[in-house]
């Protein structure tokens, strides 16, 4: 590891508990319906700091919220490095995220038979090492940050990501700066990333939107690109569109799979 990363790592590991504290202080105001649940904080981050600043590609995951639980927990250590997953991975989003993340690691431009994508199924890809079980080396390699960090729902409220997202920009914008990642891959949350960047640096990221749902991620370094796409567990997505998206991240395709130019929630549930 270069002494430029190394330096990374070191800022991030500084950086993840203090950033965590204060936004745990702030407190969940917008919570909707009180409970107990509503309270609980849910940290998120690098699922291996020591491997993920080696990496070359660094693909940083933005999802909407997590859930569950009646303590404060960790999503990384949950998901990914606890101990409690043996087996198959039965969770919809968590097995797009770590097909998602074979693919881009990989990198391999499979063909559409090889891909196995001839169906909008998921039925997955042939990939040298096992991505369907909590053992997968690939969800080792990948980090993941909620908009919202307090117990949420299965349906996420838009108005409350929304209201979230406006409160936490700076944030939000420190944890994504503090991983130095390379890709981010939204699960139709780029919406959100506009508003902080937009509160942040007074313009969204899509400026401009295009019908490959790729773009250049400004004020990150090195440079980020950012898929926005559907979320994991969505009925809109399918291994296949993902497949072609990702594609994109590195070039692989020049002909247009999507024709819209919007994945907002307004038009995109």
Not at 10 to 28: F, H, M, S, T, V
Not at 76 to 92: A, D, L, M, R
Not at 111 to 116: A, I, K, L, N, Y
Not at 189 to 210: S, Y
């Amino acid at each position: 590891m270069t002494e430029e990363r190394e330096q990374w790592k070191k800022d991030y590991l500084e950086e993840r508990p203090k950033l965590l504290a204060e936004w745990k202080e702030k407190g969940n105001v917008y919570a909707e319906g009180e409970n107990d649940k509503a309270k609980v904080f849910i940290s998120d981050g690098i699922a291996d700091p020591d491997k993920w600043f080696e990496q070359e590609i660094r693909p940083l995951f933005i999802l909407k919220e997590a859930y569950g639980g009646e303590e404060d927990w960790d999503e990384i250590e949950w998901f990914i490095t606890g101990g409690h997953k043996q087996g198959k991975i039965k969770n919809k989003t968590w097995k797009c995220i770590a097909d998602w993340s074979a693919y881009i690691l990989t990198n391999k431009a499979w063909s559409w038979t090889e891909r196995g994508c001839r169906s909008e199924k998921y039925i997955g890809s042939p990939f040298d090492l096992p991505k369907d079980t909590w053992e997968t080396p690939y969800l080792k390699q990948i980090a993941v940050i909620n908009i919202k960090k307090y117990g949420g729902q299965s349906r996420s409220s838009d108005a409350d990501l929304k209201k979230h997202a406006e409160t936490h920009f700076e944030d939000i914008y420190r944890q994504i700066e503090s991983m130095h990642p390379t890709h981010i891959i939204c699960g139709h949350t780029a919406w959100l990333l506009d508003i902080v960047w937009e509160k942040k640096f007074g313009e969204p990221i899509r400026v401009e939107r295009n019908s490959t749902w790729v773009y250049i991620v400004p004020n990150l370094t090195p440079e980020v690109k950012m898929l926005d796409y559907w979320h994991p567990s969505s009925t809109c997505c399918t291994i296949a569109g993902a497949y072609h998206c990702i594609d994109y991240l590195f070039d692989n395709k020049v002909q247009e799979y999507y024709t819209r130019e919007s994945n907002n929630p307004k038009d995109a549930i």
